[in-house]
């Protein structure tokens, strides 16, 4: 006797029932599931680095909004400053605010930028809070290479959410960041719960 998967359940139904198992070596379940990340070999290998600083060099921040929001994780699109999922999240819903201009300085941004980057930002957090509870947050950019710039040519603030006793044991020991979520899954979680105007 066997119990036939419900293949044809939402995603959203499906997080909610493993919602409730115990999840084992990942710390305390949250609405965010726990998944391993593959993905983060993309980036160990080297894919989607920029060959130059232009913004016709590659540069992943200028292709993202000519993608669709599911291809590209675009969460939200302002006028002149969008919001992205992380493909190398630190943390689950780890978004970016950046703006369409490829611009490198902060100190560079015109007025209607600036304020976008900002009110974006802020729907950032109500997101992220309304989604999965988040605790707290780290916000912030990395202007330049040598400050830690992955990207340094197209700036982008960061905004990572965090959970009590997100940092554990795996990424200590492991070096291995164990995420809760599939990116495409937390992109729609999170437009779900972006405040509108
Ligand atoms: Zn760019």
Request: glycine share 12%; hydrophobic share 40%.
């Amino acid at each position: 006797m066997s119990v036939e998967p419900d293949s044809a359940a939402a995603p959203e139904a499906r997080w909610d029932a493993a919602a409730q198992e115990e999840q084992r070596g990942a710390g305390v379940p949250d609405s965010f599931q726990r998944l391993w990340t593959p993905h983060r070999m993309a980036y160990i290998k080297g894919e989607n680095k920029p060959t130059g600083t232009g913004p016709g060099e590659g540069c992943p921040f200028c292709e993202i909004p000519g993608m669709s929001d599911e291809d590209g994780l675009v969460v939200a699109r302002g006028e002149a400053v969008y919001a992205v999922l992380n493909l190398y999240p630190y943390n689950s819903g780890h978004l970016m605010v950046v703006p369409y201009r490829h611009v490198a300085d902060y100190a560079d941004l015109d007025a209607a930028e600036t304020g976008e980057l900002a009110e974006l930002t802020k729907r950032a957090l109500l997101a992220l809070r309304k989604a999965s509870g988040a605790q707290g947050f780290n916000v912030g950019m990395n202007l330049g290479g040598v400050a830690g710039a992955g990207i340094a040519a197209h700036l982008h603030q960061h905004v990572v959410p965090r959970w009590g006793g997100d940092t554990n044991f795996m990424p200590v020991v492991g070096r291995t960041k164990v995420l809760p979520q599939l990116l495409r899954d937390t992109r729609q979680l999170l437009a779900d719960a972006w405040p509108q105007d």
